[in-house]
């Protein structure tokens, strides 16, 4: 998940919880009044001379962090460094929570961290419910500085520090074991950040069996949903944690984003616009308007692309082999759910018999609704006299695990561009299948057919599954299993690689893990290798095989970058050859 996506499941946990809207306020109101009392003393102070200033900033950090001022009340505390060793526990408690609320969790941790040394060292007495505090908040802390292990392991000791089996006749995971259930919910979470979202879903089941009402069990089992890549089943459950609690402000948080994942636009709105209110005191509400605001902007793509052959006589050239270029704009949306776009492409290849220039432009609408997302685009193509093309491709899911691609195009774009340049071109048609079970296993199939301008009719299936093999911490490992078969119905006396009939079969893996990540931007790496046995009529079995290596870059929430080569090793017409690509994607929203 993106940064925005991450915070909101774990963030509405921490800042929402079972905050009852209605009473949140009426709390923050009694708070305010509380803090601007402590300001009006302060200013009494205002004449003290050194000796009582540092202590006038130290009883400062309560009513600032009450007063939304989380920056100002982190430099009131860090102001007086030799003060701070005999803070009162509530100043400390205040300036950690506004370090966290300041996106300072490195801070924060500290600020905890010397909450639960104090108790350990029995000076300036700690109470229970401080330790408690202290400890929860070393978890969220760790969670926001991305230190994912270090939150694991502080949510297993919290929650195995609340074990104590409540009292017969008291019910599990209810009202009276809020400090049970705060620590059982960060277990849960912190499975999911740490790339377990089964662990995660399992610990929020086995809540929701004992207690089925637990908004928090609820909401919690929705994050992992979402991180599962199943959005109506995250949907649902956030559903039920709102229709559980109303005025349950983290339900309402978590409700929203699920309902934009499952691209319930207008309902997601409904529920933003009347949460706008607490923009400015809540952290997820903020984080949702700020997913909002990026849904409404423009959308800029770019991609730039190569490769080449160690054979340029040869026929297999079905890609360009020169640099190639698309650039896309998207409109914001056009009511909730369609946007338009425009676009220009280039690109080029260099054969036996020349050279092929390509220019293209491009525009259409783009639907993106719940279940079903399509693009219709029409296109101006220019190379050997100008052509117009067409095309209508999209995805139908009926559920989160049944999955319909499908494509239908005139002077279809799948044409080799070989083909295009000799003043062949065709149109395409494909369907597919696919069934998703979750972030760890996929099973997907294709068909397609081509009919091009020189009599010849084509016909391919291609099948894949993927199996997630290991996954601990910020790594995974990811086995694949590829097949494809073509047909064609002409000879391979063509300007195009054209094979009568040919088969492939194979194996992947995948290693992917995170390099970077902090202060919502992050840097991703995978290296992937695959292997297959190739069969062509007419010219035997041989082996081929690929190597991989990508990156992918999130920069804030509004730009994000991939980018990645490839080296490989192909037989066409029973001749070897080595191929490099290369690419590099941009989306900008703005």
Not at 65 to 94: D, H, Q, W
Not at 172 to 177: E, H, N, S, T, Y
Not at 214 to 228: D, F
Not at 347 to 371: I, K, V
Request: charged share 25%; aromatic share 10%.
């Amino acid at each position: 998940m993106n940064e925005i996506q991450r915070d909101a499941a774990l963030k509405g946990a921490r800042w929402g919880g079972q905050t009852s809207l209605t009473g949140a306020l009426s709390r923050r109101s009694e708070r305010l009044e509380e803090a601007l009392a402590d300001l009006a003393r302060l200013r009494a102070w205002a004449d003290c001379r050194d000796g009582c200033l540092g202590g006038a900033r130290l009883a400062s950090v309560r009513p600032l962090a009450a007063l939304n001022r989380p920056i100002t009340a982190v430099a009131a505390f860090e102001s007086v460094p030799a003060g701070r060793a005999a803070a009162p526990n509530a100043v400390i408690l205040a300036a950690a929570g506004a370090a966290l609320e300041a996106r300072e969790p490195r801070k924060a941790a500290e600020l905890y961290q010397r909450m639960v040394d104090r108790h350990a060292a029995g000076r300036l007495a700690v109470s229970e419910d401080e330790l408690y505090e202290a400890e929860k908040g070393l978890f969220w802390a760790h969670l926001d500085a991305d230190e994912l292990g270090a939150a694991r392991e502080q949510a297993r000791k919290n929650y195995a520090q609340g074990t104590i089996e409540p009292p017969e006749g008291r019910a599990l995971w209810g009202a009276g074991d809020w400090k049970r259930t705060d620590a059982r919910v960060a277990l849960g979470l912190s499975e999911i950040y740490t790339g377990r979202p089964a662990a995660g879903e399992r610990i929020f089941s086995e809540m929701l069996a004992q207690a089925p009402a637990n908004v928090a069990a609820l909401s919690g089992l929705s994050a992992a949903k979402t991180a599962r890549g199943l959005p109506r089943a995250a949907w649902e459950n956030a559903l039920a944690a709102r229709l559980h609690a109303p005025d349950d402000l983290g339900a309402a948080v978590r409700l929203a984003h699920s309902l934009m994942d499952a691209r319930r636009w207008a309902e997601a709105h409904e529920i933003i616009q009347a949460l706008g209110p607490w923009a400015a005191q809540s952290r997820a509400v903020s984080q949702l308007a700020r997913r909002w605001e990026l849904f409404k902007k423009f959308e800029a793509r770019a991609s730039f692309g190569f490769a080449h052959t160690s054979n340029r006589n040869s026929v297999s050239s079905t890609n360009p082999e020169d640099p190639n270029i698309e650039l896309r704009l998207y409109s914001p949306p056009l009511g909730y759910h369609w946007r338009a776009f425009i676009g220009s492409a280039w690109d080029s290849g260099r054969y036996a018999e020349g050279e092929g220039e390509r220019e293209m432009f491009l525009g259409g609408l783009q639907y993106r609704g719940p279940g079903l997302e399509f693009s219709l685009e029409a296109r101006d193509e220019r190379l050997n006299g100008r052509r117009l093309g067409a095309g209508l491709e999209g995805l139908w899911q009926p559920g989160d695990h049944w999955r319909v691609p499908f494509s239908v195009q005139k002077n279809s774009r799948a044409a080799p561009l070989r083909a295009v340049n000799s003043n062949i071109r065709a149109d395409s048609a494909s369907l597919g299948l696919g069934y998703y079970w979750h972030e760890s296993r996929a099973l997907n199939f294709n068909a397609q057919m081509m009919n091009f301008t020189d009599g010849n009719r084509r016909a391919a299936f291609s099948g894949n599954f993927s199996q997630r093999l290991w996954a601990g911490g910020h790594r995974t490992v990811t086995g694949r299993l590829n097949a494809y078969t073509s047909s064609n119905s002409e000879d391979d006396n063509r300007p195009y690689y054209n094979p009568k009939k040919d088969a492939e079969a194979g194996l992947g893996l995948t290693y992917a893990n995170l390099l970077w990540r902090g202060e919502g931007k992050s840097l991703s790496h995978a290296l992937e290798a695959d292997a297959s046995r190739y069969r062509q009529e007419n010219y035997g079995t041989e082996t081929i095989w690929t190597l991989g290596y990508h990156q992918s870059l999130d920069w804030a929430d509004s730009f994000s970058a991939s980018y990645g080569a490839s080296y490989g090793h192909r037989v066409y017409d029973g001749e070897p050859e080595k191929n490099i690509n290369g690419y590099i994607n941009f989306v900008w929203k703005f």
